[in-house]
Protein backbone atom coordinates (compact mmCIF):
# COMPACT_ATOMS: atom_id res chain seq x y z
CA UNK A 1 0.00 0.00 0.00
CA UNK A 2 0.93 3.52 -0.55
CA UNK A 3 0.98 6.64 0.98
CA UNK A 4 1.02 9.84 -0.96
CA UNK A 5 1.94 12.65 0.74
CA UNK A 6 1.02 16.44 0.68
CA UNK A 7 3.30 19.33 -0.13
CA UNK A 8 3.01 20.16 3.81
CA UNK A 9 3.28 16.69 4.95
CA UNK A 10 7.00 16.98 2.65
CA UNK A 11 7.46 20.50 4.33
CA UNK A 12 7.46 18.60 7.63
CA UNK A 13 9.57 15.84 6.78
CA UNK A 14 12.19 18.66 5.20
CA UNK A 15 12.11 20.09 8.78
CA UNK A 16 13.68 17.18 10.83
CA UNK A 17 16.63 17.02 7.89
CA UNK A 18 18.03 20.37 9.51
CA UNK A 19 20.87 20.18 11.56
CA UNK A 20 20.17 21.16 15.19
CA UNK A 21 16.47 20.75 14.60
CA UNK A 22 15.07 19.31 17.25
CA UNK A 23 11.97 18.89 20.21
CA UNK A 24 12.68 22.37 21.05
CA UNK A 25 12.56 24.02 17.81
CA UNK A 26 9.29 22.09 16.89
CA UNK A 27 7.77 24.03 19.92
CA UNK A 28 8.56 27.10 18.93
CA UNK A 29 7.46 26.82 15.40
CA UNK A 30 4.14 25.56 17.45
CA UNK A 31 4.89 28.59 19.49
CA UNK A 32 4.92 30.81 16.46
CA UNK A 33 2.25 29.68 14.75
CA UNK A 34 3.91 28.96 11.95
CA UNK A 35 3.31 25.84 9.69
CA UNK A 36 6.47 23.86 8.15
CA UNK A 37 5.56 25.37 4.76
CA UNK A 38 5.18 28.91 5.76
CA UNK A 39 9.08 28.21 7.47
CA UNK A 40 10.74 26.94 4.19
CA UNK A 41 9.54 29.77 2.43
CA UNK A 42 10.11 32.65 4.97
CA UNK A 43 11.99 35.58 4.41
CA UNK A 44 15.17 36.64 6.53
CA UNK A 45 13.49 38.91 8.57
CA UNK A 46 10.95 36.16 9.47
CA UNK A 47 13.48 34.13 10.02
CA UNK A 48 15.80 36.19 11.92
CA UNK A 49 13.08 36.68 14.38
CA UNK A 50 12.96 33.24 15.28
CA UNK A 51 16.28 33.56 16.84
CA UNK A 52 16.82 29.58 15.15
CA UNK A 53 19.86 28.10 15.85
CA UNK A 54 22.88 29.04 13.16
CA UNK A 55 23.06 25.47 12.19
CA UNK A 56 19.29 25.30 11.47
CA UNK A 57 19.46 29.07 9.53
CA UNK A 58 22.39 27.53 7.20
CA UNK A 59 20.34 24.49 5.87
CA UNK A 60 17.34 26.62 5.67
CA UNK A 61 18.93 28.93 3.23
CA UNK A 62 20.50 25.82 1.67
CA UNK A 63 16.66 24.56 1.00
CA UNK A 64 15.63 27.69 -0.28
CA UNK A 65 18.63 28.17 -2.97
CA UNK A 66 17.68 24.37 -4.09
CA UNK A 67 20.21 22.98 -2.38
CA UNK A 68 20.03 19.12 -4.44
CA UNK A 69 21.57 17.03 -1.49
CA UNK A 70 18.80 17.89 0.92
CA UNK A 71 15.94 17.54 -1.99
CA UNK A 72 17.67 13.98 -2.54
CA UNK A 73 17.26 12.89 0.86
CA UNK A 74 13.45 14.23 0.18
CA UNK A 75 13.00 11.82 -2.27
CA UNK A 76 14.76 8.90 -0.62
CA UNK A 77 12.29 9.76 1.97
CA UNK A 78 9.18 9.66 -0.58
CA UNK A 79 10.80 6.55 -1.52
CA UNK A 80 10.62 4.61 1.71
CA UNK A 81 7.60 5.38 2.71
CA UNK A 82 6.51 3.42 -0.73
CA UNK A 83 7.58 0.55 0.15
CA UNK A 84 5.48 -2.46 1.38
CA UNK A 85 4.49 -2.42 5.25
CA UNK A 86 6.78 1.10 5.87
CA UNK A 87 4.58 4.33 6.82
CA UNK A 88 5.04 7.75 7.77
CA UNK A 89 2.98 8.94 10.44
CA UNK A 90 2.72 13.15 11.79
CA UNK A 91 2.14 13.91 14.48
CA UNK A 92 -1.15 15.88 13.79
CA UNK A 93 -2.81 12.79 11.90
CA UNK A 94 -5.54 10.56 13.64
CA UNK A 95 -3.30 7.79 13.41
CA UNK A 96 -0.18 8.86 15.61
CA UNK A 97 -0.24 6.96 18.69
CA UNK A 98 -2.16 9.43 21.24
CA UNK A 99 -0.11 8.27 24.34
CA UNK A 100 3.11 9.41 22.30
CA UNK A 101 1.32 12.51 21.03
CA UNK A 102 0.45 13.54 24.73
CA UNK A 103 4.38 14.08 26.03
CA UNK A 104 5.74 17.33 25.58
CA UNK A 105 8.22 15.99 22.99
CA UNK A 106 6.26 13.78 20.45
CA UNK A 107 8.45 12.98 17.51
CA UNK A 108 7.35 15.37 14.94
CA UNK A 109 7.43 12.28 12.07
CA UNK A 110 7.78 8.70 13.23
CA UNK A 111 8.91 6.09 10.58
CA UNK A 112 7.10 2.85 10.89
CA UNK A 113 7.29 -0.78 9.62
CA UNK A 114 4.78 -3.05 10.37
CA UNK A 115 1.68 -2.55 12.13
CA UNK A 116 0.72 0.77 12.55
CA UNK A 117 -2.64 -0.40 14.90
CA UNK A 118 0.57 -1.91 17.39
CA UNK A 119 0.98 1.83 18.00
CA UNK A 120 -2.67 2.32 19.45
CA UNK A 121 -2.96 -0.82 21.42
CA UNK A 122 -2.45 -1.41 25.40
CA UNK A 123 1.37 -1.39 26.05
CA UNK A 124 3.83 -1.88 28.90
CA UNK A 125 7.56 -0.93 28.70
CA UNK A 126 10.37 -3.50 29.12
CA UNK A 127 13.78 -1.81 29.65
CA UNK A 128 16.55 -3.23 31.58
CA UNK A 129 20.65 -3.98 31.18
CA UNK A 130 22.63 -4.90 28.30
CA UNK A 131 24.13 -7.40 30.39
CA UNK A 132 21.23 -8.83 32.22
CA UNK A 133 22.35 -11.67 34.89
CA UNK A 134 21.11 -15.23 33.53
CA UNK A 135 18.04 -15.24 36.16
CA UNK A 136 17.60 -11.68 34.83
CA UNK A 137 17.46 -12.28 31.18
CA UNK A 138 14.82 -15.76 32.08
CA UNK A 139 12.71 -13.27 33.96
CA UNK A 140 12.27 -10.49 31.17
CA UNK A 141 11.66 -13.25 28.35
CA UNK A 142 8.93 -14.65 30.70
CA UNK A 143 7.16 -11.99 32.48
CA UNK A 144 7.04 -10.23 28.48
CA UNK A 145 5.65 -13.59 27.36
CA UNK A 146 3.08 -13.58 30.31
CA UNK A 147 2.29 -9.86 29.56
CA UNK A 148 1.50 -10.37 25.78
CA UNK A 149 -0.77 -13.85 26.73
CA UNK A 150 -2.57 -11.42 29.27
CA UNK A 151 -3.24 -9.12 26.13
CA UNK A 152 -0.57 -6.14 27.08
CA UNK A 153 1.84 -5.42 24.00
CA UNK A 154 5.59 -5.50 25.19
CA UNK A 155 7.31 -2.26 24.18
CA UNK A 156 11.53 -1.86 24.43
CA UNK A 157 14.21 -0.72 22.62
CA UNK A 158 15.95 -3.47 20.50
CA UNK A 159 18.97 -3.50 22.23
CA UNK A 160 20.93 -7.11 23.03
CA UNK A 161 20.31 -8.57 26.90
CA UNK A 162 17.29 -7.22 28.62
CA UNK A 163 15.38 -5.83 25.52
CA UNK A 164 16.15 -8.76 23.32
CA UNK A 165 14.59 -11.25 25.91
CA UNK A 166 11.23 -9.33 26.22
CA UNK A 167 10.77 -9.06 22.31
CA UNK A 168 11.64 -12.48 22.22
CA UNK A 169 9.36 -13.71 24.82
CA UNK A 170 6.23 -11.85 23.28
CA UNK A 171 6.89 -13.54 20.36
CA UNK A 172 7.08 -16.68 21.60
CA UNK A 173 3.39 -16.19 23.13
CA UNK A 174 2.15 -15.97 19.97
CA UNK A 175 1.67 -11.97 20.43
CA UNK A 176 2.76 -8.77 18.92
CA UNK A 177 5.65 -6.63 20.40
CA UNK A 178 6.66 -3.03 19.13
CA UNK A 179 10.35 -2.53 19.25
CA UNK A 180 11.89 1.19 19.29
CA UNK A 181 15.08 1.76 17.60
CA UNK A 182 18.07 4.45 18.04
CA UNK A 183 18.61 3.98 14.55
CA UNK A 184 17.07 4.54 11.23
CA UNK A 185 14.92 1.38 10.49
CA UNK A 186 17.17 0.19 7.40
CA UNK A 187 19.82 0.07 9.91
CA UNK A 188 19.58 -2.78 11.97
CA UNK A 189 21.53 -2.16 15.06
CA UNK A 190 22.88 -4.14 16.63
CA UNK A 191 22.84 -6.19 13.74
CA UNK A 192 22.15 -10.20 15.56
CA UNK A 193 18.59 -8.84 15.74
CA UNK A 194 18.05 -8.46 12.17
CA UNK A 195 16.15 -11.83 12.17
CA UNK A 196 14.41 -10.53 15.85
CA UNK A 197 13.21 -7.71 13.56
CA UNK A 198 11.98 -9.56 10.86
CA UNK A 199 10.24 -11.74 13.18
CA UNK A 200 8.59 -8.74 14.95
CA UNK A 201 7.20 -7.67 11.55
CA UNK A 202 5.56 -10.91 10.51
CA UNK A 203 4.24 -11.13 13.46
CA UNK A 204 2.00 -8.22 13.95
CA UNK A 205 4.58 -5.87 15.82
CA UNK A 206 6.21 -2.77 14.49
CA UNK A 207 9.44 -1.29 14.28
CA UNK A 208 9.33 2.75 14.73
CA UNK A 209 11.91 5.30 14.67
CA UNK A 210 11.99 9.04 14.82
CA UNK A 211 15.22 9.24 12.77
CA UNK A 212 15.79 8.61 9.13
CA UNK A 213 15.98 5.39 7.53
CA UNK A 214 19.91 5.55 6.76
CA UNK A 215 20.80 7.15 10.20
CA UNK A 216 23.39 4.71 11.82
CA UNK A 217 23.62 4.65 15.62
CA UNK A 218 25.30 7.44 17.91
CA UNK A 219 25.14 7.81 21.73
CA UNK A 220 23.03 10.99 22.01
CA UNK A 221 20.16 9.03 19.69
CA UNK A 222 19.39 6.20 22.64
CA UNK A 223 18.13 8.61 24.88
CA UNK A 224 15.87 10.40 22.21
CA UNK A 225 14.86 6.62 21.70
CA UNK A 226 13.34 6.05 25.24
CA UNK A 227 11.03 9.05 25.85
CA UNK A 228 9.57 7.47 22.64
CA UNK A 229 9.36 3.45 24.85
CA UNK A 230 7.87 5.20 27.89
CA UNK A 231 5.75 7.69 25.70
CA UNK A 232 3.75 4.96 24.20
CA UNK A 233 3.14 2.49 26.68
CA UNK A 234 0.82 3.28 30.14
CA UNK A 235 3.99 2.24 32.23
CA UNK A 236 7.43 1.42 32.11
CA UNK A 237 8.83 -1.83 34.18
CA UNK A 238 12.83 -1.60 34.39
CA UNK A 239 13.27 -5.44 35.31
CA UNK A 240 17.48 -5.37 35.94
CA UNK A 241 19.67 -2.08 35.68
CA UNK A 242 22.76 -1.00 36.94
CA UNK A 243 22.90 2.48 39.02
CA UNK A 244 24.47 4.01 35.13
CA UNK A 245 21.81 2.23 32.99
CA UNK A 246 19.97 3.98 30.36
CA UNK A 247 16.82 1.92 31.59
CA UNK A 248 17.03 4.71 34.69
CA UNK A 249 16.77 7.55 32.02
CA UNK A 250 13.57 5.64 30.29
CA UNK A 251 11.99 5.70 34.29
CA UNK A 252 12.55 8.77 34.47
CA UNK A 253 10.73 9.74 31.67
CA UNK A 254 8.13 8.12 32.27
CA UNK A 255 7.24 10.08 35.53
CA UNK A 256 7.52 13.26 33.68
CA UNK A 257 4.79 11.61 30.97
CA UNK A 258 2.53 11.10 34.62
CA UNK A 259 3.62 7.24 33.45
CA UNK A 260 3.67 4.20 36.03
CA UNK A 261 7.02 2.96 36.52
CA UNK A 262 7.50 -0.39 37.73
CA UNK A 263 10.65 -2.30 38.93
CA UNK A 264 11.71 -5.70 39.72
CA UNK A 265 13.88 -6.49 42.84
CA UNK A 266 16.75 -8.42 42.94
CA UNK A 267 19.95 -9.56 44.79
CA UNK A 268 21.88 -7.53 47.03
CA UNK A 269 25.14 -8.96 45.57
CA UNK A 270 23.43 -8.14 42.20
CA UNK A 271 25.03 -4.95 40.77
CA UNK A 272 22.55 -5.38 37.62
CA UNK A 273 19.77 -5.29 40.77
CA UNK A 274 20.85 -1.92 41.94
CA UNK A 275 19.29 0.02 39.65
CA UNK A 276 15.94 -1.12 40.08
CA UNK A 277 16.65 -1.25 44.06
CA UNK A 278 16.96 2.91 43.58
CA UNK A 279 13.65 3.16 41.76
CA UNK A 280 11.99 1.42 44.58
CA UNK A 281 13.36 3.35 47.30
CA UNK A 282 12.13 6.45 45.30
CA UNK A 283 8.28 5.35 44.89
CA UNK A 284 8.35 2.73 41.84
CA UNK A 285 5.93 0.11 42.06
CA UNK A 286 7.50 -3.63 43.12
CA UNK A 287 7.01 -6.27 40.62
CA UNK A 288 6.98 -9.82 41.58
CA UNK A 289 4.36 -11.46 39.00
CA UNK A 290 2.58 -9.48 36.12
CA UNK A 291 -0.45 -9.41 37.93
CA UNK A 292 1.20 -6.84 40.22
CA UNK A 293 1.15 -4.71 36.87
CA UNK A 294 -2.46 -4.91 35.73
CA UNK A 295 -3.55 -4.16 39.58
CA UNK A 296 -1.45 -0.92 39.10
CA UNK A 297 -2.58 0.49 36.10
CA UNK A 298 -6.28 -1.29 36.67
CA UNK A 299 -6.33 -3.61 33.94
CA UNK A 300 -8.12 -6.74 33.47
CA UNK A 301 -6.20 -10.04 33.21
CA UNK A 302 -7.72 -10.93 29.79
CA UNK A 303 -5.96 -14.18 29.17
CA UNK A 304 -5.03 -16.99 31.54
CA UNK A 305 -1.48 -17.40 32.12
CA UNK A 306 0.31 -20.95 30.54
CA UNK A 307 -1.46 -23.45 32.12
CA UNK A 308 0.47 -25.89 31.64
CA UNK A 309 3.37 -24.43 33.81
CA UNK A 310 2.16 -23.90 36.77
CA UNK A 311 3.49 -21.52 39.37
CA UNK A 312 4.40 -24.21 42.17
CA UNK A 313 6.60 -27.46 40.90
CA UNK A 314 6.90 -30.17 42.78
CA UNK A 315 10.54 -29.87 44.35
CA UNK A 316 13.15 -32.55 42.31
CA UNK A 317 14.13 -35.37 43.71
CA UNK A 318 17.92 -34.10 44.73
CA UNK A 319 19.74 -33.15 47.66
CA UNK A 320 21.18 -30.14 45.13
CA UNK A 321 17.80 -28.76 45.19
CA UNK A 322 17.53 -27.41 48.71
CA UNK A 323 20.83 -25.46 48.19
CA UNK A 324 19.53 -23.83 44.81
CA UNK A 325 18.47 -20.35 45.13
CA UNK A 326 17.60 -17.29 43.11
CA UNK A 327 21.58 -16.72 43.59
CA UNK A 328 23.83 -18.53 41.37
CA UNK A 329 26.75 -21.03 43.46
CA UNK A 330 29.49 -22.98 41.80
CA UNK A 331 29.48 -26.75 41.50
CA UNK A 332 32.18 -26.67 44.22
CA UNK A 333 30.41 -25.35 46.63
CA UNK A 334 26.82 -27.30 45.51
CA UNK A 335 29.35 -30.56 46.31
CA UNK A 336 30.66 -29.47 49.68
CA UNK A 337 26.76 -28.77 51.19
CA UNK A 338 25.21 -31.59 49.80
CA UNK A 339 28.44 -34.09 50.06
CA UNK A 340 28.02 -35.23 46.29
CA UNK A 341 31.15 -35.63 44.48
CA UNK A 342 31.50 -32.92 41.90
CA UNK A 343 30.88 -34.90 38.71
CA UNK A 344 27.96 -36.18 40.59
CA UNK A 345 26.90 -32.63 40.94
CA UNK A 346 27.62 -31.45 37.52
CA UNK A 347 25.72 -34.45 35.97
CA UNK A 348 22.28 -33.69 38.30
CA UNK A 349 22.59 -30.15 37.12
CA UNK A 350 22.68 -30.86 33.49
CA UNK A 351 19.73 -32.98 34.10
CA UNK A 352 17.85 -29.91 36.25
CA UNK A 353 18.65 -27.37 33.56
CA UNK A 354 17.42 -29.90 30.24
CA UNK A 355 14.21 -30.38 32.77
CA UNK A 356 13.89 -26.49 32.74
CA UNK A 357 14.52 -26.24 36.85
CA UNK A 358 17.80 -24.51 36.57
CA UNK A 359 19.70 -22.00 34.97
CA UNK A 360 23.49 -21.89 34.25
CA UNK A 361 25.03 -18.60 34.36
CA UNK A 362 28.70 -17.13 34.31
CA UNK A 363 28.79 -17.51 37.97
CA UNK A 364 27.10 -20.70 38.75
CA UNK A 365 23.84 -22.29 38.92
CA UNK A 366 20.72 -21.24 39.92
CA UNK A 367 16.88 -21.42 40.03
CA UNK A 368 14.58 -20.99 37.35
CA UNK A 369 11.86 -18.79 38.20
CA UNK A 370 8.28 -20.14 37.21
Known sequence: MTHDLSAERQAWLVLTLLDGAGPRFFQRLRAHALSPSDLLTARPQTLAALQLAPSILADLTRWQRGDAEL??????????????????????EPAYPPLL???????????????VQALHDPQIAMVGTRHPSALGADTA??????????GLTVTSGMAMGVDGACHQGALEAGGQTVAVWGTGLDNCYPRRHRKLAEAIVEHGGALVSEL???????????????????????????????????????????????????????SIHNVQARGCHRLL?????????????????????TAVLDE???AEQSAPDTPLWRWLGTDPVSPDWLAQQSGLGVSEVLQQLLE???????????????????
Do not use: K
Request: hydrophobic content about 40%; overall charge positive.
Open 352 to 370: LELDGRVLAAPAGYCRRQP
Open 212 to 266: WPDAGPHPSQFPRRNRIISGLSLGTLVVEASLNSGSLITARLALEHNREVFAMPG
Open 71 to 92: HQRLQRALDWQQQDGCRLLFVD
Open 281 to 301: REGACLVEQVQDVFDALRLPL
Open 308 to 310: SQP
Open 141 to 150: RRFARDFTAS
Open 101 to 115: AAISDPPPVLFVRGS
